[in-house]
């Protein structure tokens, strides 16, 4: 499946395994993805729908395609694709590109790598059919993938802190079980 949207028109779990490889093109960077993590849903309590619609968690309802990028800790930017139907909860954030000419340890977490793509609060809300930001699909497969529990939820209690819904390309020299 080639349409990006049509693509991330399914629940974030089933998504983020499949988005390793895929591409983000914004200005003149065009990065590889290397690693994601899903969240899914209002039940799901290291999501920000857990506590149901906010002003802060209103653009995780919104079509599948949308950037939902939100400032963490108040100081990283943090890139989501909004997934599934309209009003399920459900994104996949991108925590890991290859960016050719950049040295991998530098765009090996979330906030590196809104950072290197130049992305803010201006993006939140975009979409990638009109927006800066666009999916393009993997160039070759992705031969192996790994998975392992989401990192830094432990908030989120038993259970969701180590829900396995965190995938990375294996062999990716950066990626380690950061936990």
């Given amino acids: 499946m080639h349409d990006p949207v ?3 028109a399914r629940p974030a ?3 983020a395994p499949e988005l390793l490889g895929w591409r983000l093109a914004i200005g003149p960077h065009v990065a590889r993805i ?18 149901g619609r906010t002003p802060r968690s209103a653009g995780l309802y919104a079509r599948a395609g949308t950037l939902y990028v939100y400032l963490c800790y108040g100081m990283h930017w943090m890139l989501n694709l909004v997934c599934d139907d309209v009003d399920v909860p459900s994104a996949v954030l991108i925590r890991s590109i290859e960016l050719p000419g950049i ?24 979409h990638l059919d ?12 992705v031969k192996r993938r790994r998975r392992g529990p989401r990192v830094g939820v432990a908030y989120a209690g038993p259970g969701w802190a180590e829900k ?12 380690a079980n950061r936990l």
Avoid at 42 to 49: G, I, L, S, V
Avoid at 130 to 141: I, R, S
């Fill in 6 to 8: 049509r693509f991330l």
């Fill in 13 to 15: 779990p089933r998504v």
């Fill in 34 to 51: 290397t690693e994601t993590e899903a969240y899914h849903g209002e039940r799901d309590r290291a999501c920000h729908a857990s506590k």
């Fill in 103 to 126: 040295d991998p340890r530098a765009s090996n977490g979330p906030g590196k790598v809104a950072k290197l793509l130049g992305l803010h609060r201006s993006h939140n809300g975009q």
């Fill in 130 to 141: 009109h927006g800066d930001l666009h999916l393009l699909p993997p160039l070759v497969p």
């Fill in 164 to 175: 396995p819904w965190r995938w990375w390309e294996d062999g990716f020299p950066v990626v």
